[in-house]
């Protein structure tokens, strides 16, 4: 402690924190993926979707929110850890209508390369097949909520990115929706292609119009490599 | 987008200062004047508050008594909670909406009446009940409400409803000028701490003459914990927030007692107001704030008048204000921040974003209120009752406190007791009495399950009606929901899920979906095409909600499924089916073909077939 670092474990493998990181943050510095969504580095966490639910000296964390102390002996990738994300990560899936067969955002999907990650082919849960709004009045963008997981990575990047707060939510329970700052719809707002906020959407809810299929289905970011594998390093390498 | 500048809205802005803090009385005032937020009055309050446009509109969605929808000048609220379920609020529903010739969710087209649900309105020792408007109307009937309907039309110039709909008021300080309500305080047993005479501010004087350090050691001497339901101990809770450095730091009561089943905080702040806020002022003075905040829910808005009438007086005494009781260096002061119809506003995190304008989502934690909470500042937000023990434990002694009860809980606690017994009410009890001894008490002695804490605490059986209420047996924040055997209780589990469904805030991602996928399993249990392994399903999905869940609302909303599934397995096991003619019991086929047959306007030639498989 006295070179400012705080020493923790995740898993047994000993690791070192900076003054300030998130459980999440340390791990991943020191080469641990520990599964996530709603997270996304250079944003404020939100600690929403709880994929990232570890267990801190025994009791239920989520990592991206979760400061580290000194001595923390945290689980990350136990039986009973997988099967709860693979619950919520499911859960995810039942509660909209995702059909990655038809997605332009399929293999650069977070949420699809999550599943495949945790063997998800078909949900456990029933589907729920809500009725939710498109909007596609502005010129360059969509907005498919059927496929939004609520996750406001898009609502923090224009925000803490873009300084705009063009995206929200309402509702509540079952019916919290993304919302845009405008009654007409995002085309009535200050959007941009360009902004941070669309590229941080990590499914199919937000989608620049007309370059869907620019890069083709195969040759896709999780069809190279299944999500986390940017992340993880075996203990003790660098 | 003409944002026309209305005048209520200028008015209602600059009354405020333009306070965005303040955001949700400013909208709370603008429904009240307009019966509605329409998309212009929401850009008007972004653009007078310079907000952005969706934190607005997501604040407006948020709360059950804001809305876009128009409503009608008269909007009548009938409470749908399990006792009043049990007390057929169902035909009162019936007999509602056929008077008015309109379904719930509904405005009348002469715009007159709006008919709506909600969520326990604190009356469950006399329900049915419903807010019309402001106005409470409690013990109704099918008739009752018909006739309340019929009154209200045939004074269409009424200015006062109230004058118009409380026939009768009720005992004590409901019969006050400035309440008038027809609501009864049932007050069945006063213990020792809240409910019995006392010395009006001997506890603040004794307290003003300590060090605020003395003050908070006194306390915890006492081993006082919050009586909320979470029972941390409120000495340490001021200890951190005292030490956390800065300058400005808050006490927020919260009197948003919501837990269904609840009344308790009701009857204290109907008829022991002065203790509260005496016991504010103490908090006040132990933690060095000089802001209280009094958060009551929506519901008891009939309150307001009247606790704003005790303020004004404790003010025009030196109770309250610059140098409190003649104490250099002692300013305190405390305002009311109303609710608008949100349960989960009574964890703490999502109290203070409601009391700072937010949408009632809970915050994340660290940081805790102690370090950083309303308006980031270090913050103690006390249920009613626990501020109420504070001021009796300074006014005769810890000493004192810590003998009423049991060892490691002690005082007494207020219990809210309804459902099927004969002496509905508030009881003062020692904590640590036993279940029985307090079943014996109300007159519950056909009592086969009691709901222990609401919907977020336990559903326990007859095995365990030997246990003790305190903090380390039967923990409550003091609701007992008392069901005789002729109770479904697989339906009132699947009711309280509505609740929780209803008032989920969809911030995380199991307590949005996890209860709507426990509720879908439970009524197909209920319908009986359940299976065995459906038993295991609903274990699994509860405890997923329980662990993943991100605050207090969540963690404990599978608790109706969890705990009767542990203590009344045989009931779900009686439902259960055996798959007949090979198929699978949880699919509807004949369901299935008739939804496709409708989609398709034709008829399955399987249909009738398939019908007497089942």
Redesign the interface.
């Known amino acids: 402690m006295t070179d400012g670092t705080i020493p923790l474990t995740v898993d047994g493998r000993p690791i070192e924190a900076r003054p300030g990181q998130t459980i999440l943050e340390a791990a991943e510095a020191a080469g641990i993926y520990i599964p996530r969504l709603c997270w996304l580095q250079g944003l404020s966490?939100?600690?929403?979707?709880?994929?990232c639910?570890v267990r801190v000296n025994g009791r239920?964390q989520?990592a991206c929110?979760?400061?580290a102390a000194p001595g923390m002996v945290v689980e990350n990738d136990t039986e009973e850890l997988r099967a709860?994300r693979r619950?919520?990560i499911d859960?995810?899936f039942?509660?909209g209508n995702h059909f990655c067969m038809f997605c332009e955002k399929s293999g650069n999907c977070e949420l699809q390369a999550l599943a495949y990650r945790f063997g998800i082919t078909a949900p456990k849960?029933?589907f729920?097949f809500p009725q939710r709004e498109l909007d596609a009045t502005h010129p360059d963008l969509l907005i498919d909520r059927n496929r939004c997981?609520?996750c406001g990575r898009c609502a923090r990047a224009s925000r803490e990115l873009d300084g705009k707060?063009?995206?929200?939510?309402?509702?509540?329970?079952?019916?919290?929706r993304l919302?845009?700052?405008?009654?007409?719809g995002l085309g009535a707002t200050a959007a941009d292609a360009a902004d941070r906020a669309m590229a941080a959407c990590p499914t199919g809810a937000l989608l620049a119009k007309r370059v869907g299929y620019a890069v083709p289905v195969g040759r896709r970011r999780y069809d190279q490599a299944p999500i986390g594998s940017e992340v993880a390093r075996p203990a003790g390498g660098e | 987008m003409t944002t026309s500048a209305t005048p209520p809205l200028d008015e209602v802005l600059g009354s405020f200062e333009h306070d965005r803090s303040r955001l949700l009385d400013i909208l709370l005032a603008l429904q009240r004047r307009l019966g509605q937020l329409d998309d212009a009055t929401i850009d008007g309050v972004a653009a007078g508050l310079g907000l952005p446009r969706v934190d607005v509109a997501s604040v407006v969605s948020f709360y059950s008594f804001l809305g876009g929808q128009r409503r009608g000048r008269v909007v009548i609220r009938l409470c749908n909670d399990v006792p009043d379920l049990l007390m057929g609020a169902d035909r009162v529903a019936a007999g509602l909406e056929e008077e008015l010739g309109i379904r719930f969710g509904e405005t009348t087209p002469d715009g007159r009446f709006t008919l709506e649900h909600a969520s326990c309105i604190g009356m469950s020792d006399q329900a049915p009940a419903a807010l019309i408007n402001d106005v409470v109307v409690p013990n109704l009937g099918q008739g009752a409400a018909r006739r309340l309907v019929r009154e209200i039309r045939a004074n269409p110039d009424a200015k006062d409803l109230r004058r118009l709909l409380v026939r009768e008021y009720g005992d004590g300080q409901n019969a006050h000028a400035l309440v008038r309500a027809a609501v009864k305080n049932n007050l069945r047993h006063a213990g020792e701490v809240v409910f019995a005479e006392r010395e009006a501010n001997a506890g603040l004087a004794k307290a003003l003459a300590m060090s605020p350090a003395e003050v908070i050691r006194e306390v915890k001497t006492a081993r006082l914990r919050g009586r909320g339901g979470a029972g941390f101990p409120t000495g340490l809770k001021w200890e951190f927030t005292r030490a956390a450095t800065s300058d400005q730091r808050y006490l927020i009561c919260n009197a948003d007692e919501g837990e269904p089943g609840t009344f308790k905080d009701r009857v204290v702040l109907t008829e022991r107001p002065d203790l509260l806020f005496e016991g504010m002022t103490i908090a006040g003075y132990a933690l060095g704030a000089s802001k209280g905040i009094l958060y009551l829910r929506g519901e008891y808005a009939y309150l307001l008048e009247y606790l704003e009438h005790v303020l004004a007086w404790r003010r025009a005494h030196g109770l309250l204000g610059r140098r409190v009781y003649g104490r250099p260096g002692f300013d305190f002061d405390i305002r009311i921040q109303l609710g608008a119809g949100a349960y989960v506003c009574g964890e703490e995190t999502a109290l203070i974003a409601s009391a700072e304008g937010l949408r009632g989502d809970p915050k994340n934690r660290p940081p805790f209120p102690a370090q950083r909470g309303y308006l980031g500042q270090p913050t103690s937000v006390n249920n009613v009752e626990t501020l109420c023990c504070v001021a009796r434990i300074l006014e005769m002694g810890s000493g004192w406190f810590a003998s009423l009860g049991s060892r490691k809980s002690t005082g007494t606690k207020l219990l809210s007791i309804s459902g099927d017994c004969t002496q509905r009410g508030v009881y003062e009890l020692p904590l640590g009495t036993r279940l029985a001894a307090v079943l014996e008490q109300c007159g519950a002695e056909e009592a086969r399950a009691v709901l222990v804490g609401g919907p977020s605490g336990r559903m326990v059986g007859e095995a365990d009606f030997d246990r003790e209420l305190c903090f380390d047996d039967l923990s409550t924040g003091g609701a007992l929901v008392v069901f005789d055997g002729s109770r479904d209780l697989l339906e009132i589990a699947s009711s309280y899920l509505d609740f929780f469904i209803h008032e989920s805030c969809g911030y995380c991602t199991p307590c949005r979906v996890g209860n709507v996928l426990l509720k879908e399993r439970l009524d197909r249990i209920r319908a009986g095409r359940g299976e065995a392994a459906d038993l295991d399903y609903l274990q699994g999905l509860g405890e997923t909600i329980r662990t993943a869940s991100r605050c207090g609302l969540g963690q404990t909303s599978p608790n109706p499924v969890l705990s009767t599934l542990s203590a009344f397995r045989p009931l779900y096991e009686a439902r259960l089916t055996r798959s007949t003619a090979g198929l699978q019991p949880g699919f509807d086929l004949g369901a299935s073909l008739a939804e496709a047959g409708a989609r398709v306007g034709a008829r399955s030639l399987h249909f009738e077939t398939v019908r007497d498989l089942r």
């Open positions: 966490p939100s600690g929403s979707c709880r994929v639910t239920p989520a929110t979760q400061p709860l619950d919520l859960m995810l039942v509660e849960y029933p729920l997981i609520l707060a063009l995206f929200g939510f309402t509702g509540r329970g079952p019916n919290r919302a845009v700052g405008a009654a007409a």
